[in-house]
């Protein structure tokens, strides 16, 4: 199976549409079946990160295909992290000594919608929406989609499993004892918040990632470019001190006015967003091997999906993309050979991330907080 392969890119997120774009570049002809119906135009799903921290290594696979530009235009730099304590000043805790370098926080919307529309537009690629995978064949390539009609069948010399976390590719691999997979789910969720503009514009410094590390939760906020932040709340899924315990709107204003007191002015809708937003799972998926009989794969959150401390599953799966690039070219676009090499050489690497990933979350959640730390620039309340 060389040169143009009829290959089935499974989940047009943000791995399965940048690779796409890859795929055709290199001339192969690239079906992207995504169970959602098409998102642009529509509404964010509610409780899904809105927005993400995108690093070099992310843009480094934006740029080879001319796209970093067009997605870095509504990016808002993130130079440093702010530290939100329960009292006293805030501390900015800059990435670089200079503050020259960022981190970049764009619309996890946008970036896919961007990615969708690459895809659309290169030569060789259909996207078909509506069309959630059921069952595969790894021996023939043979799918089964559940549409809004029924089901669907079709087929593909190649098929690439970029469905998430939850991959059904992966789930079929393990169905038919070709793969082994280990869930490590961590006893903490996360539900987002949200912080409105104050007079149209950003209540607080929009060029930082705003952490409230409290020890045993966390909260994280990035802006977006609606002048908005999101925040991220970390905290238990069950017992005391977690999710759980705060039912009713009393109990959500008293835990917020005492472990996160600058929160509650700047977020009106603090009880209805506590209320009605749901609660994220954080877990790391490992698996081997990423592929079976030289033609069906796993890429991104598919084969490694990692907790989001660092901010860097998404980075690392378009990383994935352009590795995998880079096989296909060393293999001369051999996928037998192409797909157990893209394993070797990427596994260490998701794997130190995963590693990285969980330490992170001790981190931010702890260390942050500690004198050790308090090398950056101290401001005032904002
Ligand atoms: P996904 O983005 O999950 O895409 C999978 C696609 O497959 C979806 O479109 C889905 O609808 C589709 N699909 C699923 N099942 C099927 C099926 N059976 N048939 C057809 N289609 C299917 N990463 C960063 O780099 N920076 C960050 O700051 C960051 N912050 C995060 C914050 C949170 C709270 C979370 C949860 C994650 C964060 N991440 C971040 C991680 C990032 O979101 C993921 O690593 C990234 O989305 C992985 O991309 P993917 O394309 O592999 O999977």
Redesign the pocket.
């Known amino acids: 199976m060389t040169s143009r392969s009829r290959v089935a890119v ?7 549409c940048l690779l796409a774009c890859y795929l055709a570049r290199r001339g192969h002809r690239v079906t992207v ?4 119906p098409d998102p642009r135009g529509g509404t964010a799903e509610r409780g ?2 809105i ?5 070099e290594r ?1 843009l480094d696979a934006l740029r080879r295909i001319g796209l970093d530009k067009q997605v870095m235009a509504d990016a808002l730099p993130m130079r440093g992290r702010m530290i939100h304590p329960v009292a006293g000043p805030l501390d900015l805790q800059l990435y670089s000594a200079g503050g020259d370098r960022a981190i970049n926080s764009i619309s ?1 919307g946008a970036l896919n919608n961007a990615l969708l529309d690459a895809a659309e537009a290169a030569d060789g690629v259909e996207i078909v929406f509506s ?4 069952d595969l064949d790894p021996a023939t390539g043979a799918m089964t ?1 559940q549409t809004p009609d029924g089901e669907a069948h079709a087929d593909a010399d190649v098929v690439i499993g ?7 590719v992966r789930g079929q691999l393990l169905a038919h004892d070709l793969l082994t997979e280990s869930l490590d789910f961590l006893d903490y969720g ?1 539900k987002e918040l949200t912080i409105p503009p104050v007079d149209g514009d950003f209540a607080l410094d929009p060029g930082a990632l705003h952490i409230w590390p409290r020890g045993t939760s966390m909260m994280i906020a ?1 802006p977006n470019p609606d002048r908005s932040f999101t925040c ?1 709340l970390f905290w238990p899924t069950g017992g005391t001190g977690s999710f759980a315990s705060l039912s009713s709107p009393a109990a959500i204003e008293r835990h917020f006015a005492t472990h996160y007191p600058d929160l509650p002015p700047l977020a009106p809708n603090l009880v209805d967003d506590y209320q009605h937003n749901p609660v ?1 799972l ?1 877990g790391t998926v490992r698996c081997g091997p990423w592929q079976a009989n030289g033609r069906i794969g796993l ?4 084969a490694h ?2 907790v ?1 401390f660092y ?7 378009f990383e994935d993309v352009v590795v995998l690039d880079r096989c296909l070219d060393d293999t001369g676009d051999d996928w037998a050979r192409a797909l157990p090499l893209f394993e070797e050489r990427r596994r260490d690497d998701t794997e130190a991330i995963a590693q990285m990933a969980l330490a992170n979350f001790v981190e931010m959640r702890d260390k942050v907080a500690s004198p050790v730390f308090q090398y950056g620039r101290k401001v005032e309340h904002a």
């Open positions: 499974v989940g047009a997120g943000l791995a399965g079946y995504e169970r959602r899904r990160s927005n993400l921290a995108l690093s992310g996890r069309h959630r995978l059921v989609y970029t469905d998430g976390a939850g991959s059904a996360y990035l991220t994220g954080l890429l991104g959150d598919a999906a990692i989001p901010g860097q599953g998404a980075n690392c799966a």
